[in-house]
């Protein structure tokens, strides 16, 4: 079967480095995505990973191992708005979405 | 990015009742729009995906003839929930999809349905 997996819950000083990391089992691979959620609203893209490496983009990062079937997103310089629901889905041989349960990240001051 | 519309964005309704829920690609056409619905502190789960002018494809326990799926054009497609229940009580998610640049994904902000 499809599986990802990620940690529930995770929590982080504001101004800290935060890595939430993501491991999938899927049917064909077409990339990897990142999306970050605030409760009652619908998900916002964060990233896209199709090949191994580390694509940054401001203070949010994300790497890639298809071998490992591995992925982290990596948040600097945390700020209390970076609080919400973060959501790794990987798109199968089909360009369907498989969706992690993803992780609540929770900023302390 | 694409400007998605969702409409409307959150309704209560008695049980028993159908309520339809609009979602509206502005600025490009969607030749595929997934359908998503999520319970509270739960993932994302696809409900149908649905190609304009064909019939939507269900996902394994959705229920086709109580989630009606229509999308006559390439930019509005609607999710008629049909015979309410309380249960029935989530957050509907539309993410049209363009067939092309499959690096992004597209959500419309979403619709919090309430059976009472």
Redesign the interface.
């Known amino acids: 079967g499809q599986n990802i997996d990620q940690p529930t819950e995770m929590t982080a000083t504001e101004g800290a480095i935060v890595q939430i990391n993501c491991t999938y089992q899927t049917s064909g691979f ?2 990897l ?1 990142w999306y970050q959620q605030h409760a ?6 964060l990233s ?1 990973n ?1 090949l191994d490496g580390l694509e940054e983009k401001g203070r949010f990062s994300s790497f890639l191992s298809r071998s490992k079937g591995y992925s982290y997103l990596l948040l600097k310089e945390l700020q209390m708005k970076d609080s919400a629901s973060y ?1 790794c889905a990987v ?1 199968d041989s089909n ?3 498989i ?4 992780t609540k990240l929770i900023i302390k001051p | 990015g694409a400007v998605v519309s969702q409409h409307p964005s959150w309704v209560i309704c008695k049980s028993g009742t159908s309520v339809k829920i609009e979602c509206r690609s502005l600025d490009f056409q969607a030749t595929t729009m997934f359908w998503y619905r999520q319970f509270p502190k739960q993932s994302l789960m696809l409900m149908a995906t649905s190609n304009e002018g064909s019939k939507a494809t269900y996902e394994q326990g959705v229920e086709k003839d109580k989630f009606l799926i229509n999308h006559a054009s390439l930019t509005l497609s609607t999710l008629t929930v049909t015979s309410a229940h309380p249960e029935d009580s989530s957050f509907y998610i539309c993410s049209p999809q363009t067939g092309r640049d499959y690096n992004e994904q597209f959500f419309g902000p979403g619709t919090r349905l309430t059976v009472l």
């Open positions: 077409n990339g995505f009652g609203e619908a998900p916002t893209f896209y199709v959501l798109s360009y369907q979405l969706w992690g349960a993803g």
